[in-house]
């Protein structure tokens, strides 16, 4: 399974970005799939996922409202839209699979319940 993220880059406080995720291989359109973000000098933390099979999605606290997930089944794409960027959203975003479609709710915020992952991309927010 491969994982390609794209979409990252500057922008300024307030402004928008798009970040997709394509994912190739043995994979299914029900693997669960998130976003975590590791800023300079920080833990990679965990930003949003979905797990198809169950219809859900979660955000962090610190993106809810603002970011959104989506994904384009045909293209075996996932999207993060990402509006009001704030500076401390600055980091290289990751994309990540898991080859479990019923992972719980518990370990959808868990980096360690994921067993594919892309090349990160990096967003700055900055004037």
């Known amino acids: 399974v491969q994982l390609q993220a794209s979409g990252g880059g500057l922008v300024q406080p307030g402004g928008s970005l798009r970040l997709s995720c394509a994912t190739s291989?043995?994979?299914?359109?029900?693997?669960?799939k998130a976003w975590l973000r590791q800023a300079p000098g920080k833990e990679r933390e965990f930003v949003a996922a979905?797990?198809?099979?169950?219809?859900?999605?979660h955000y962090a606290d610190s993106v809810k409202g603002r970011f959104t997930l989506s994904r384009d089944s045909a293209k075996n794409t996932v999207y993060l839209q990402m509006n009001s960027l704030r500076p401390e959203d600055t980091a290289v975003y990751y994309c990540?699979?898991?080859?479990?479609?019923?992972?719980?709710?518990?370990?959808?915020?868990?980096?360690?319940?994921?067993?594919?992952w892309g090349q990160g991309t990096l967003v700055t927010v900055s004037s």
């Open positions: 291989g043995r994979t299914s359109i029900n693997d669960p």
């Open positions: 990540a699979a898991s080859a479990n479609p019923d992972i719980i709710l518990s370990r959808v915020r868990d980096e360690a319940t994921y067993d594919y």
């Open positions: 979905i797990r198809p099979r169950h219809g859900g999605m």
